[in-house]
């Protein structure tokens, strides 16, 4: 079977290079629709959510995770995103008091990077030696 992009080939720095851009990618994204969505006073919730669960999919199947780690993780991560967004942009909210969009923007990211990585670790496989 031919190795893909999306597959771990147990090489950690591709496989590190690999989670990097996912991770990322899914911050910018989280930011982005944060933004949009807050910005025309519409809930986020929903569409952030789903963008979480993506990317602990994506991150889980990259490294061929089990159902159960799939399911225990998926449901941690959604649970934590939303709480951890929420009280993230209160506490935020105490340094930047005027604009409520962008503490919401600052604790999405923040949230999806300390997921996105946290699923990781959580799923990489241990160094061949």
């Known amino acids: 079977m031919a190795d893909t992009l999306f597959k771990?080939?147990?090489n950690r720095s591709r496989d590190f290079k690999i989670v990097s851009v996912i991770v990322h990618l899914f911050a910018l994204l989280?930011?982005?629709v944060c933004h949009i969505l807050r910005s025309r006073?519409?809930?986020d919730g929903w569409a952030l959510t789903i963008l979480t669960i993506i990317m602990v999919v994506l991150i889980i199947n990259f490294f061929k995770g089990t159902t159960d780690v799939f399911l225990s993780l998926l449901v941690?991560?959604?649970l934590a995103g939303f709480?951890?967004?929420t009280n993230g942009a209160v506490l935020i909210s105490y340094?930047?008091?005027y604009s409520p969009v962008l503490t919401h923007v600052i604790s999405t990211f923040a949230v999806?990077?300390?997921l996105g990585w946290l699923v990781y670790f959580s799923v990489r496989k241990p160094q061949k030696r």
């Open 76 to 78: 941690i991560s959604s």
């Open 30 to 32: 989280h930011a982005l």
């Open 83 to 85: 709480y951890l967004g």
């Open 95 to 97: 340094i930047i008091p």
């Open 8 to 10: 771990s080939d147990g």
């Open 112 to 114: 999806t990077e300390i």
């Open 41 to 43: 006073a519409l809930d």
